[in-house]
Nanobody, 125 residues
Framework: QVQLVESGGGLVQAGDSLRLSCAAS????????VGWFRQAPGKEREFVAT????????QYADSVKGRFTISRDNALNTVYLQMDSLKPEETAVYYC??????????????????WGQGTQVTVSS
């Protein structure tokens, strides 16, 4: 069973940094990828970044390239999302999610079968 628990959200000012963590128990032998998504009030959930397990590759939404970094600590079974130069429009609930089936792309949330409870990120202007 895969269980995902996010942490690290909070209130920051525009331009600040924040690091989110996703404790992904049960993923080391089952997951093909872990991704981060976000959902702002009144908007659809959108892809932010994903990291695959074997081989390790990363992919980012165009809107966050160069500012966000996804990484993984295998020993801790934790996936991180380092977010730099945050913008007010990036205020949202951030979710991590895991895929347990192979796919050619992990951008679509439809591929993810396990989700965390989400962590709120608020960026003030």
């Amino acid at each position: 069973q895969v269980q995902l628990v996010e942490s690290g959200g909070g209130l920051v000012q525009a331009g600040d940094s924040l690091r989110l963590s996703c404790a992904a128990s049960g993923c080391s032998n089952r997951c093909y990828a872990v991704g981060w998504f976000r959902q702002a009030p009144g908007k659809e959930r959108e892809f932010v970044a994903t990291i695959t397990y074997n081989p390790e590759t990363t992919q980012y939404a165009d809107s966050v390239k160069g500012r966000f970094t996804i990484s993984r600590d295998n020993a801790l079974n934790t996936v991180y999302l380092q977010m730099d130069s945050l913008k007010p429009e990036e205020t949202a609930v951030y979710y991590c999610a895991a895929v347990t089936a192979y796919s050619g792309s992990y951008v679509s949330d439809g591929w993810y079968d396990y989700w965390g409870q989400g962590t709120q990120v608020t960026v003030s202007s």
